[in-house]
Nanobody, 119 residues
Framework: QVQLVESGGGLVQAGGSLRLSCQAS????????MAWYRQAPGKREFVAQI??????NYVDSVKGRFTMSRDNAKNLMYLQMNSLKAEDTAVYYC??????????????WGQGTLVTVSS
């Protein structure tokens, strides 16, 4: 099995910064992509993704403010969030996709970490 552990959420004032971390562990042959989603009251929204090659893409609302990075050797991913706004308040979920073995894939989610931005 593959597990994800997130950390770094909390309470911050508008304009402040937080860094979220997501650690993947377990039976991992290869990680293809890691991503962050968030959920305020309502549906879950894509935030950002980084591939094994380092390519990133972001939802328009966070471009220029959020930056993803990863340590491939450690299967560790970061989301640096700057210039936070009240509308960034949500539970942030880490998602990881890859291969457990040469033949078997995985697509797992973390437990979520709450980010609260006070205005």
């Amino acid at each position: 099995q593959v597990q994800l552990v997130e950390s770094g959420g909390g309470l911050v004032q508008a304009g402040g910064s937080l860094r979220l971390s997501c650690q993947a562990s377990g039976s991992i042959y290869r990680v293809d992509a890691m991503a962050w989603y968030r959920q305020a009251p309502g549906k879950r929204e894509f935030v950002a993704q980084i591939t094994s090659g380092g390519s990133t893409n972001y939802v328009d609302s966070v471009k220029g403010r959020f930056t993803m990075s990863r340590d491939n050797a450690k299967n560790l991913m970061y989301l640096q969030m700057n210039s936070l706004k009240a509308e960034d308040t949500a539970v942030y979920y880490c998602n990881c996709r890859g291969m457990r073995t040469f033949w078997n894939s995985f697509d797992v989610w973390g437990q979520g970490t709450l980010v609260t931005v006070s205005s």
